[in-house]
């Protein structure tokens, strides 16, 4: 079988076509600053913008936590998509197809294997589909209709059914050796010490989980016998699902609305489901008990809005305080995160069969302030009768008011904070909250002139027409002149393309870092000068290589002699330098 990949020409094309201001625009609140862009990072907290877009290279940089990147960079980090995904996201932007050409198998094509096992992937979830309409399999189907859960909704989120021999999926794909070992690698095959292989899913309900694009990066496993141990089953870690990063419905989600107001996240899949079913149509769910950092970006890169909503039970209680915590770096004063709390021992799914959907939706109108529960749950069982016991209150909440970025929202609860102590003046309440020293946010690198013609070269690839053409034919033996020529004929191949596309034919290359770092290089020189710098760089960096040659061949002459080329060669190097 051979392998494609996406051409180069093509990816060159999308990025001349994307402009990384408007893109960049369309997720984040851009200021002109100069001849920049400024905006909040999106990649870390902060309280003063230090996030910069520059339209002229088509490259943005983060001075406070050094993230940048062209177009795709960006995307790959805000949406958390992989490469291949983010090609296909600027090719839906831009309306084009991708095309394609073959190469020869390579085993360890990452990027290929992602996309054969998607496809792996959409197969076995029709196959577990399949069996859960079976007439063998009525127990699976009777057990989702028992839950409540209509044919409609089992089809618009393809549940399955994992049948209950230990080998179903081992044995469909037995004869295909090159899909049975993706299968392994994903670990839905699994092969014990002895050799033997069974099924990671064996007799469960079967939940797809898909990306935002709808492609299937693993299962969840709903146990339908009360004896099977654990009740919740996921597919394993592997290159393409990872459970820290995964969202349970975000696709269903996203195909009713682009961009809800809000987003409602829960415990479990039946959750989903079922609140999906009663017409809340902004559901998704975490896969474990305690969602994280990276599912709480990806959440707040759709809605500026999240309601958490988990079970009524202690554990929920838990989820819904650690929720609180791991959100509030990221609670900017456009965004807002509250939460809904169930009477005990319920679920979303159990509540709103109960009670329907306009109950439901009332409590979703009534969810507490984010703000309201940090402070009850701090205040539960707190004594502020002395000042001891005020200051040690204090200790527990002021870090965590520190987390948030947002302005406003961080004021108010400072203010809240103060008539709770009884501090009512501003400059007391102030001192109470300690000030983080700015950064030094400048890329300090030494000044060479390799350094010198290398970073020009890369922020300004026009350059490359005024390189004469001594520079490039003459054998420099000055550690960074190798990198410094595979640049320049990379500009010099490619007249029209800005920084960000130059990048771009560096990916995954060894040079990569060097020429991001240079491309972020405050080199301090003006605009009007730049030209001339680069210039007078490259003859100072010419000269040193005609000095070392003349000293060399002036050394030989002493020892050896010279022969006819030599002295021709030292004639012609003391012209050169005679007319520095």
């Known amino acids: 079988m051979h392998q494609w990949k996406i051409p180069q020409e093509f990816i060159n094309e999308l990025l001349a076509r994307t402009n990384i201001i408007d893109l960049i625009g369309s997720k984040l609140s851009l200021k002109k600053n100069g001849n920049n862009y400024k905006s909040l990072c999106p990649f870390h907290n902060e309280k003063t913008p230090s ?43 831009h309306g084009l197809s991708i095309p394609n ?3 020869n198998p390579v085993n360890n094509n990452v990027l290929f294997h992602m996309y054969y096992s998607h496809q792996i992937l959409k197969k076995i979830c029709n196959i577990y589909y399949d069996q859960l309409l079976q007439s063998n399999n009525t127990t699976s189907y009777q057990y989702l209709i028992q839950r409540g859960i209509k044919k409609k909704t089992i089809e618009e989120f393809s549940i399955g059914f994992s049948g209950n021999k230990s080998n179903n999926i081992a044995k469909y794909f037995s004869s295909n050796t090159k899909q049975y070992n993706i299968l392994i690698k994903l670990g839905l095959i699994i092969k014990d010490s002895r050799g033997r292989t069974y099924d990671h899913f064996r007799n469960r309900i079967i939940f797809p989980i898909r990306d935002r694009n709808g492609r299937i990066n693993g299962f969840g496993g709903r146990a339908i016998y009360p004896q099977s141990n654990p009740k919740y089953l996921n597919s394993s870690e592997s290159f393409i699902f990872k459970k820290s990063k995964q969202i349970y419905g975000i696709y269903e989600l996203i195909k009713k609305n682009l961009k809800p107001n809000r987003i409602i996240v829960v415990e479990g899949y039946i959750d989903v489901v079922m609140l999906t079913q009663f017409k809340i149509n902004y559901v998704v769910a975490i896969l474990g008990s305690t969602i994280t950092t990276e599912q709480i970006k990806l959440i707040f890169r759709i809605t500026d809005n999240i309601i958490y909503c988990y079970d009524g039970d202690k554990a929920g209680k838990i989820a819904s305080w650690t929720s609180l915590k791991l959100s509030l770096p990221y609670l900017q004063d456009h965004k807002s995160i509250k939460f809904i709390f169930l009477p005990n021992n319920t679920d979303p799914d159990t509540i709103i069969q109960q ?12 969810a507490m302030n984010a703000s309201e529960f940090l402070f009850l749950k701090l205040l539960h069982n707190a004594d502020l009768s002395s000042i001891e016991k005020k200051s040690y209150f204090s200790s527990l909440i002021i870090p965590l008011i520190n987390l948030i970025p947002g302005k406003i929202m961080r004021t108010y609860l400072h203010q809240k904070l103060g008539l709770q ?48 053409k001594k520079i490039t034919i003459i054998k420099f033996n000055i550690k960074g002149f190798d990198i410094f020529l595979d640049l320049f004929k990379t500009c010099i191949s490619n007249p029209k393309y800005k920084t960000g596309q130059i990048l ?4 995954n290359s060894k040079i990569e870092n060097i020429l991001k770092k240079l491309t972020i290089w405050d080199h301090m020189i003006i605009k009007e000068k730049i030209k001339n710098v680069f210039l007078d760089s490259l003859t100072m960096i010419y000269n040193q290589k005609l000095e070392k040659q003349y000293y060399n061949l002036i050394m030989k002459e002493k020892n050896q002699g010279l022969n006819k080329n030599e002295k021709k060669e030292l004639w012609s190097i003391t012209v050169s330098l005679s007319q520095k």
């Open 51 to 93: 996030f910069v877009v520059n339209d002229i290279k088509q490259f943005y940089h983060c001075f406070g936590c050094q993230a940048h990147g062209n177009a795709i960079d960006f995307l790959m980090n805000y949406e958390q998509l992989n490469f291949i995904e983010t090609i296909e996201e600027l090719s839906l932007l």
């Open 101 to 103: 050409k073959s190469i």
């Open 355 to 366: 009670e329907g959907t306009i109950s439901f939706q009332n409590r979703i109108n009534n």
């Open 421 to 468: 102590l009884g501090i009512l003046n501003i400059e007391q309440l102030n001192s109470l909250f300690l000030q983080q020293h700015k950064k030094n946010l400048n890329i300090k690198i030494k000044h060479t002139p390799m350094r010198t013609i290398i970073g020009l070269l890369i922020q300004n690839p026009k350059l490359s027409k005024f390189v004469p």
């Open 504 to 507: 771009e034919l560096y990916r």
